[in-house]
């Protein structure tokens, strides 16, 4: 199991941006695939964006698209969630998490503390 931690978040007005950083360890990170993911209070987690293990692969839950920016740096072990003109729609909890493919992030043991997001208008 490899061990996740966020950082990042923070509160910003609507139109702001932040930058998410996840940083893992305990195991080598080039071999799983990444993700973040988002729960915002009330409602289920949902997926936000994937990179696969040598960052060529990338997706984006659809209301995310052109604004956020998933990357990843295997020589820092650290995946990065770039988000730019935040909505207050995008506030919730932003959670990172490890698996050996995209397809099996969701069911993935391996997720980070969470960072909390909070977009205000």
């Keep these: 199991q490899v061990q996740l931690v966020e950082s990042g978040g923070g509160l910003v007005q609507a139109g702001g941006s932040l930058r ?10 080039s071999l799983y695939a990444m993700g973040w ?11 936000v964006s994937s990179i696969n293990q040598y960052g060529r692969t990338t997706a984006y839950t659809d209301s995310v698209k052109g604004r956020f920016t998933i990357s990843r740096d295997n020589a820092k072990n650290t995946v990065y969630l770039q988000m730019n003109s935040l909505r207050p729609e995008d506030t919730a909890v932003y959670y990172c998490a490890a698996a050996p493919t995209i397809a ?8 980070g503390q969470g960072t909390q997001v909070t977009v205000s208008s």
């Design 20 to 29: 998410l950083s996840c940083v893992a360890s305990g195991r080598t990170f």
């Design 37 to 47: 993911f988002r729960q915002a209070p009330g409602k289920e987690r949902e997926f």
């Design 104 to 111: 099996t992030l969701t069911s993935s043991d391996s997720w």
